[in-house]
């Protein structure tokens, strides 16, 4: 079983559209998770972390269950400006960061 | 911006050749960590240096190597390239020897081409 798992996409949605993306992890003992986006050609950039109790950031919203090891990001009033790949990432040992193969959205006029 | 530089933009090389990429990490972080991303896949983590030493290591061979300098700048170096070591590589910088992400920073790669 792969370290971090997404799903694989790709994800073809309207402008205006709600969009989510799940993720699953297999380190019982990881203690921080991240989502992560990168545009075509360029470096990953950080878009949340993710906290156990949930959280939110203007259209985003990231889960954590722990007990399905499983984290969500969701996008809504989708803009074309969101277009790219998300990575979830998990942080589990204290020297790297285990990143999934990513899901590319692409949001259409 | 992140304020992480790294040189070259892009790179052609050949088979068995060796090539070493910079990476200059960003004011005040003294850690830097290295990753591969082949296309359609996420980032691989190579290793990471801290106060000029490796601290942990990825699951890549010993023809990967690295250099941390004292002003944090650092090197990777691979030996004996191979057609699958075609791919973007990422350097990131981070303060202290712990990496919570949010203080990760990546700079915008290397794109190094093996033929």
């Known amino acids: 079983r792969k370290e971090v798992e997404q799903d694989p996409g790709p994800f073809n949605v309207p402008e205006g559209a709600t969009v989510a993306f799940n993720c699953t992890y297999s380190?019982?003992?990881?203690?921080?998770f991240f989502w992560y986006r990168q545009d075509c050609r360029k470096e990953p950039k950080l878009l949340m972390s993710v906290y156990s109790s949930g959280n939110e950031d203007g259209r985003f919203t990231a889960q954590l269950n722990r007990a399905s090891q499983y984290i969500s990001l969701l996008i809504r009033d989708s803009k074309l400006s969101d277009s790219a790949t998300y990575l979830c990432?998990?942080?589990?040992?204290?020297?790297?960061?285990?990143f999934g193969k990513g899901t590319l959205l692409t949001v259409n006029p | 911006e992140t304020g992480v530089t790294q040189s070259p933009t892009h790179l052609i090389k050949t088979r068995g050749q060796q090539v070493t990429l910079r990476c200059s990490s960003q004011?005040?972080?003294?850690?830097v960590s290295w990753y591969q991303q082949a296309l359609g896949q996420g980032p691989q983590f190579i290793f990471q240096?801290?106060?000029?030493?490796?601290?942990g290591r990825g699951n890549f061979p010993p023809r990967f190597s690295g250099l941390q300098f004292p002003n944090y700048s650092s090197e990777l170096n691979v030996n004996a390239l191979e057609l699958d070591d075609s791919a973007l590589y990422l350097c990131?910088?981070?303060?202290?020897?712990?990496?919570?992400?949010?203080?990760?920073?990546f700079g915008p790669g290397t794109r190094l081409t093996v033929l």
């Open positions: 990131a910088s981070s303060s202290e020897g712990t990496p919570s992400s949010d203080t990760q920073y």
């Open positions: 990432v998990e942080g589990g040992s204290n020297y790297k960061l285990t």
């Open positions: 004011s005040g972080h003294n850690t």
């Open positions: 380190n019982s003992a990881s203690q921080s």
């Open positions: 240096y801290y106060r000029e030493e490796e601290n």
